[in-house]
């Protein structure tokens, strides 16, 4: 995956946040469901960490969304979940 900057970063982190959010999910539970530990979604969620493709795999797959929606939102910077 191709090193994405820090702006792309933030937009990630919050769709990722939006959409656990839209599950009423605690990052706890997200975590979990990702096979993940809760700091480390927490770091996403704040744009801290730059993911492989399979761990972005994980996270859409513990938040039940295709990788593909997760990414595009992200480009987009949608709300919704």
Not at 35 to 43: K, Q, S
Request: proline fraction near 5%.
């Amino acid at each position: 995956m191709p090193e994405v900057d820090p702006i792309e970063l933030d937009r990630l982190g919050h769709a990722i946040r939006v959409r656990r959010h839209t599950l009423r999910l605690s990052q706890d539970q997200a975590a979990r469901h990702a096979g993940m530990h809760r700091n480390y979604i927490g770091a996403l969620e704040r744009g801290e960490i730059n993911p492989t493709y399979g761990t972005l795999l994980r996270v859409s797959t513990g938040l039940r969304i295709p990788i593909e929606r997760l990414i595009a939102k992200a480009r987009s910077g949608h709300e919704d979940g």
